[in-house]
């Protein structure tokens, strides 16, 4: 891989943009009811939950977790969340992200979303897939074409 960004720092840095538009465009503001802010706290939570049970499943695997090397990944995880998305991780990122968004009660805060996961795709999850592919050949083109990328 190329670039050599955590992905907790790009979502970090996704965040403070997110709340920096929002402090920025005062008037792109929205206000949130209680539903709202109970959507913000269970997307919050959802989030959580969707990262923890993904590092577990990596746990149970064996391999590594740490996206900057997934060439050192020694066995292909499809298991668990991993049948339905080939980056629950990422996924949980841009849902905390989201959450985080809609808590800053601004539409520019909430644009960061999709720049995040523009950003991801192109800067993580393709130099990712290349690796694994490389490292996993035909059985990562079987898991790769039966499941999404994102959702």
Known sequence: MTLRVPPV???????LAAWAA????PGLS???????TIGVVALATIG???????????RKSATTVDPIH???????????????????MYLSFA??????????QNYAAALMLALFISSMTIL??????????????????VYRDQTPRWL
């Open 9 to 15: 720092l790009q979502l970090a840095a996704f965040g």
């Open 22 to 25: 929002a402090k920025l465009l």
């Open 30 to 36: 929205f206000r949130l009811g209680m539903v709202g």
């Open 48 to 58: 959580a939950v969707i990262l923890l049970a993904s590092l577990g499943t990596f």
């Open 70 to 88: 997934p060439e050192a990944a020694t066995s292909l995880v499809t298991g668990g969340l991993y049948r339905y998305t080939r980056n629950p």
């Open 95 to 104: 849902i905390l992200l989201t959450a985080a968004a809609f808590s800053f």
């Open 124 to 141: 993580q999850i393709k130099p990712e897939e290349r690796a694994l592919h490389a490292r996993f050949g035909p059985a990562y083109e």
